[in-house]
């Protein structure tokens, strides 16, 4: 009892979804209420029938009940349709609006939220999770009024034609209650579990098949497959589970029926044999008593469906309740430009789940139009700077300027609209080249997009292609070479046009041509602009105005190329020393 309190207390949450559609529910429960009174005025009907046209042979009650019955059904038969297609309505526009609700909410989480939950994890909660929802949406909607209305209708006619009988039916009742809380509590561990043995069904298949070049590479598919087979047997044995303990509480139920209608035939058979009830009371109190298994059949239904889909009403506000951690603050300012300078005062972060600062004290002034080249051996803490300008992560503590601005105070969008981005790892979406190229500039044209593609040195490869710019990329880009899908990131960025310019430089996995030709491209990119490379290559550093070298998250050194060089025991020395920064420095 006390773990079921807070569970049936989750439901309650739906509650602001469906408050706006509160006319449609009145006017559904008015409908519903319509069905239940049918279905008792039904049973009550069964007395006349029997006294009036059999015994009395009454011959105009035998031609005006027949009617009479019809005109029931077929108030019973509108209001249904009416009912059942207004409730579904309402849940579909809820489920619609949670599913929504929970993208937008997802999409606005910082970069460290989607470090710490798979992907299909995230994917599971939006489909399956949000399915299990409207499933628990269309049948409480639809069921619970009409259903207990009904109950209530055909209890009425019972005590209204016998109440002693009735008392003796209901005393089954409480038998019933104890039945589905047993029941209930047992679905609600099997939907807990079976939801999260499903995410971990998505994972292992997301992983397989984007990673399925490594998996073959390795020969691993016997392991894939068993982690596979791992999950889904597990799935399968929950869902068995699942239906022994959903399908027992029919049966168990109809048994409870049948010793309630027992007892009642005993004495009902007995009151009649000895004239103190009419055969047509009888029947009439029996019609309702079989009438009545159906609705309670369906709220034990009901109940079930409940606690099987309450687990998901948990896991979808599990990630509506988690605040996203980057956002607009109330008064935040809109950007209009960069004029000056970008600022790092004494920053300092750390990721949710690390132990030790991963950044410490860094300050730092970016002039306009300046290229300061980041260097520094792999996990110095180099990409986790560059995250922090576009505010991807927010400082720990100090603060990062623009304009003397802290980023924290003006609008996530404008800040970003002020920046390119060009990461290591390129991301094409699974469509045209010109839909990739464009991404970034809503309504481009086909020749701007052209133009950007000329300067990022992609134009002749695209040309090329049978289908040119209306080429689809495949999957993340899988139909394209790295140097391809890096120089369409990089007319992408072109595109976009920004002040200021980040670069995770990475030529690592790249054939000589295909570097020289990205490089070109960023070089052109470069120009006129304020630049942050992350650079691996002694090129790049040497263009740059100012070389920083990250160590261990400090800034260790700051000068030109060959201010640095000069420094006897500088770190930049040794790494420039060992000739390649590639060597070094992938990532
Ligand atoms: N999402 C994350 N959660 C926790 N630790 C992280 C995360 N990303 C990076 N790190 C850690 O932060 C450190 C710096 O990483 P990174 O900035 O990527 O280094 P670099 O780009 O210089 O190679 C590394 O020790 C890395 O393990
Ligand atoms: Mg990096």
């Not at 619609?96 to 997802?106: D, G, P």
């Not at 038998?175 to 999260?196: C, D, M, N």
């Not at 992350?534 to 400090?554: F, W």
């Amino acid at each position: 009892m006390m773990a079921s309190k807070p569970r049936y207390r989750l439901l309650l949450r739906l509650w602001p979804y469906l408050r706006p559609y509160w006319p449609w529910l009145v006017a559904g429960g008015a409908m519903a209420l319509a069905v239940s009174s049918a279905e008792g005025f039904i049973a009550w009907l069964v007395k006349p029938a029997m006294d009036d046209i059999f015994l009395k042979r009454d011959l105009f009650m035998l031609k005006v009940l027949p009617l009479i019955l019809l005109g029931a059904y077929l108030v019973k038969g509108f209001a249904r349709y009416g009912q059942s297609y207004l409730m579904a309505a309402v849940g579909e526009r809820v489920i619609a609006r949670i599913r929504r609700e929970l993208y937008s909410h997802i999409q606005g989480m910082s970069l460290s939220f989607y470090a710490q939950v798979h992907s299909a994890e995230l994917m599971t909660r939006v489909v399956n999770d949000v399915n299990r929802l409207a499933r628990l949406s269309s049948t409480v909607l639809v069921m619970a009024v009409r259903q207990m209305g009904t109950v209530l209708a055909l209890l009425t006619v019972m005590f209204m034609r016998e109440w002693v009988l009735a008392l003796i039916a209901v005393t089954i009742f409480p038998a019933v209650g104890v039945l589905f809380r047993t029941i209930g509590r047992k679905l609600y561990k099997i939907g807990k579990r079976s939801q999260e043995k499903m995410s971990e069904l998505n994972v292992v298949l997301q992983e397989a098949f984007t990673g399925n070049k490594i998996v073959k590479a390795f020969g691993r598919e016997r392991l894939q497959q068993e982690r596979f087979d791992g999950v889904n047997d597990r799935l399968m044995r929950l869902a068995l589970k699942d239906h022994r303990v959903d399908e027992l509480a029919e049966p168990l139920m109809e048994i409870l029926g049948a010793i309630g209608i027992m007892g009642a035939i005993w004495y009902g058979g007995y009151r009649v044999i000895s004239g103190a009830l009419t055969p047509g009371e009888f029947f009439s109190f029996t019609t309702a008593v079989i009438l009545l298994y159906g609705p309670v059949r369906q709220l034990g239904r009901m109940m079930n469906t409940i606690q099987q889909s309450i687990s998901s009403v948990e896991r979808v506000f599990d990630i509506l309740d988690t605040p996203p951690t980057i956002s607009d603050k109330a008064g935040a300012v809109t950007l209009q430009d960069f004029r000056d300078r970008i600022g790092f005062e004494a920053v300092s972060f750390r990721y949710p789940e690390s132990e030790d600062d991963v950044l410490s004290d860094i300050t730092l002034t970016v002039r306009k139009g300046e290229m300061v080249a980041f260097v520094g051996m792999s996990g110095a803490g180099k990409t986790t700077l560059m995250d922090l300008v576009p505010r991807f992560h927010d400082v720990k503590s100090g603060r990062i300027t623009l304009d003397g601005r802290d980023v924290r105070d003006v609008s996530v969008a404008s800040l970003r609209a002020l920046m390119g981005i060009v990461t290591q790892e390129t991301f094409l979406f699974a469509d045209t080249i010109a839909y990739n190229i464009g991404y970034g500039r809503p309504g481009a044209t086909q020749a701007q997009i052209e133009h950007a593609a000329r300067l990022a040195q992609a134009h002749d490869f695209i040309a090329a292609l049978p289908e040119g710019y209306g080429t689809p990329v495949g999957e993340r880009g899988v139909k394209l070479s790295g140097g391809q899908r890096q120089r369409i990131a990089i007319a992408r960025a072109f595109l976009k046009d920004p002040p200021v310019l980040i670069l995770d430089e990475a030529t690592s996995d790249l054939d000589a041509e295909s570097e020289f030709l990205v490089q070109q491209a960023l070089g052109e990119l470069m120009k006129n602009r304020t630049v942050l490379v992350i650079a691996h290559r002694l090129a790049t550093v040497k263009h740059a105005d100012r070389v920083v070298v990250v160590h261990d998250g400090r800034l260790a050194e700051v000068g030109t190329h060959d201010q640095l060089m000069t420094r006897e025991d500088g770190i930049y020395r040794r790494l420039a020393q060992l000739q390649s920064l590639d060597a070094l420095s992938t990532n």
